[in-house]
């Protein structure tokens, strides 16, 4: 999951979008998600 939202938000998809996607209800959550990767 980390690396297909770093992947994403590297292509220009919407850090929102990727919360939607993973079902996050809060955006921190996506943000760890992608930073981690």
Do not use: N
């Not at 220009?12 to 209800?25: I, N």
């Amino acid at each position: 999951r980390h690396t297909a939202g770093a992947h994403a938000v590297a292509r220009g998809v919407a850090l929102e979008v990727v919360q939607q996607q993973f079902g996050h209800a809060s955006l921190d959550t996506t943000s760890m998600y992608v930073l981690a990767a």
